[in-house]
């Protein structure tokens, strides 16, 4: 198969959304034309619902159509109410699915070295109203679990992770989405895994599951009968498709990964002010995103650096600046105060995440090193 390089010129993103060969997803459509079946519970569905239990070591998930339904719907599933505890530092969607379902958010600040919600903070935030936590194991770092879940069970609350970003993140027990109540994977085209857009909830129990497969279909229970306001939420076979031939490279692609992770650490070891995140202490990490910290003794600040990489064509992201909390429909919830969150606002400013992605070369690599030359600053 003869993969396009991006040529010369192009700019280095981010992430390069990864792609199975075009001839092995060939075969899909040809059966989803020949069979007409385009969603609902199709056989692609299907495979792919039984292929994603036992790669990922789970044994029961549910399909979405994206990551954002799946966290909407999981709180319709859990009839959270009242206020929920969770992170700024994440992406909008962890905390606009607050309140698409009128929760309220509440943020706590998180710890200093991982970038996940400390639970001590998270204990100290908890009122007569709060229901839930929904804490994101930030760049596929296993969130502090078993404080987490001593805190939610000692005070009777219900524990979401968003794990959008942990795609076959495990710990030392097996998947790290075995924790809590329930957690959401992200399938978007910028994640790991991608179904072009898709997403998924890893529940417990056979019985959560069904509620959700309800919720994710209108609330239909059989041909006559709808037991919850439901949404239309369903993944389709066309996406479904894509994922079973997505799945056959996912190895490769974070073995990849891993190489590219260890190599950006060895070369940017030598450059004072640029602080590389704490490794993961996943016993299997998936290398999502490639963080560093710009440093006061780095001679230029974070946005400098930035602007300077984009200029050399590397397109790096400043995730996650700025914090929730900080855009316009946050700003004014009651405790919403920049100062309860330092760890996440220190992060915020400091943080770019290079270019991270299975294809990226090691020339493509280099031209990154090489801009934060300070010889050339
Ligand atoms: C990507 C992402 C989402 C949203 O997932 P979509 O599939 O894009 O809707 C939610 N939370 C986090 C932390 C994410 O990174």
């Known amino acids: ?72 719907t999981a709180m319709q599933a859990l009839r959270l ?24 958010p509440v943020f706590v600040d998180v710890d200093p070295v991982t970038l996940n919600l400390d639970p001590e903070q998270v204990e100290a935030a908890i009122t007569p109203k709060t229901s839930a936590i929904l804490p994101v194991h930030v760049y596929g770092h296993p969130a502090d679990v078993d404080g987490l879940q001593d805190v939610a069970d000692l005070y009777g609350l219900r524990l979401i992770y968003d794990a959008a970003h942990c795609f076959g993140v495990e710990d030392e027990g097996g998947s790290i989405l075995r924790h809590g109540d329930l957690s959401i994977l992200s399938f978007h085209a910028t994640k790991v895994f991608n179904t072009f857009e898709g997403g998924a909830i890893v529940s417990p129990d056979a019985r959560a599951k069904q509620r959700i497969d309800y919720l994710k279909n209108f609330g239909f229970a059989n041909e006559t009968t709808v037991v919850a306001a439901g949404i239309n939420a369903k993944m389709n076979e ?20 891993a190489r590219i992770d260890a190599r950006y650490r060895e070369q940017l070891a030598a450059i004072p002010g640029i602080r590389c995140h704490t490794p993961s202490t996943a016993r299997r990490h998936n290398h999502a995103y490639f963080p560093i910290f710009v440093e006061d003794d780095f001679p230029l600040s974070r946005d400098e650096l930035y602007f300077r990489l984009r200029e050399h064509g590397i397109r790096g992201r400043r995730y996650f600046y700025p914090l929730i909390p900080e855009f316009p429909m946050y700003r004014n919830l009651p405790g919403n105060d920049r100062n309860e969150w330092p760890n996440a606002h220190e992060a915020a400013e400091r943080v770019i995440c290079l270019p991270m992605y299975s294809e990226l070369g090691q020339e493509d690599q280099d031209t990154v090193v090489q801009a934060f030359n300070p010889d050339e600053i």
């Not at 929920?84 to 905390?95: L, M, Q, W």
């Open 1 to 72: 198969m003869d993969r396009k390089a991006p040529a010369q010129d192009e700019p280095l993103f981010v992430t390069r959304p990864q792609l199975p060969p075009l001839e092995e997803v060939m075969p899909y459509l040809e059966e989803i034309w020949r069979t007409h079946q385009l969603t609902n519970k199709g056989p692609f569905h299907e495979q792919l619902e039984a292929a994603l239990c036992d790669y990922l070591g789970v044994e029961h998930i549910s399909l979405f159509a994206n990551g954002t339904l799946a966290l909407v």
């Open 238 to 257: 066309f996406q479904a498709a894509v994922g079973l031939a997505q799945l056959k490279h996912i190895d490769a692609a974070i073995h990849a990964r």
């Open 81 to 104: 109410t009242g206020e929920v505890i969770t992170t700024p530092y994440s992406f909008v969607a962890t905390a606009n699915a607050l309140l698409w379902n009128d929760l309220t």
